[in-house]
């Protein structure tokens, strides 16, 4: 497969950041100097701020590298896919003493992480939602600890959006993903949270805003 990304820049640090989470979804790009030519293959280039002026492409990513690469590798995989936006965006939470969560776009994981607090939880969702464009995003809660459950469902459904739709999700199976969980680098709240996320779940039905 060609690749469709490529790092443009000679800084150290954002091509550390860049490669090791293009590498984490295992995405396949090509390293530039910006001064290269850009293989006719490639659909989205990323670079720094201070290279940018280097670049002749239809579709440059700027990077600060004082960032996390999170948002900036998500942007540019929406683009090598030739998409203005994702159709589907899910978010599925693992709820319980620490928070699993997990966001696909389109059937792809995008972002995973683990959350300490109720409060850390509904910021992470809707920093998500926010910076994850889409069609239809929905957001799915497991219902292993229903004190939890509740509480989150109960605060998310004041702070979404009307058009965002909510499941409660049936967590029986997901713990034998523990084992899984343990030869990778997700904690078993976050195969949880991916596990959630691609179950169909029981609508949830939000509250009229007044």
């Known amino acids: 497969m060609k690749a469709k990304i490529a790092v443009a820049t000679v800084s150290g640090k954002a091509y550390y950041k860049l490669v090791n989470e293009l590498k984490r979804r295992d995405a396949p790009f090509l ?36 960032k996390d690469p999170t948002t900036v590798v998500n942007e540019a995989l929406r683009l090598a896919e030739g998409k203005k936006n994702y159709e589907k965006v899910i978010i599925g939470v693992d709820p319980g003493e620490t928070f699993g969560l997990a966001v696909l776009g389109d059937g792809n994981v995008l972002e995973t992480v683990t959350c300490s607090s109720l409060k850390e939880t509904m910021n992470t969702i809707m920093n998500f939602l926010n910076r994850t464009p889409a069609t239809t995003s929905v957001v799915k809660i497991g219902n292993g600890t229903p004190a939890y459950t509740k509480q989150l469902l109960n605060l998310l ?41 691609e179950r169909r779940g029981n609508i949830f039905h939000r509250k009229r805003k007044q």
């Open 31 to 66: 390293s530039l100097t910006p001064r290269d030519p850009v293989p006719p293959s490639v659909k989205v280039v990323i670079t720094t701020g201070k290279e940018r002026h280097l670049i002749t492409h239809p579709n440059v990513l700027i990077f600060n590298e004082e």
């Open 157 to 197: 459904d004041e702070a979404l959006p009307e058009e965002t739709a909510m499941e409660v999700v049936s967590e029986a199976g997901t713990s034998r993903f523990e084992s899984e969980a343990t030869h990778r680098r997700e904690g078993k709240d976050v195969m949880s949270a991916i596990k959630i996320a």
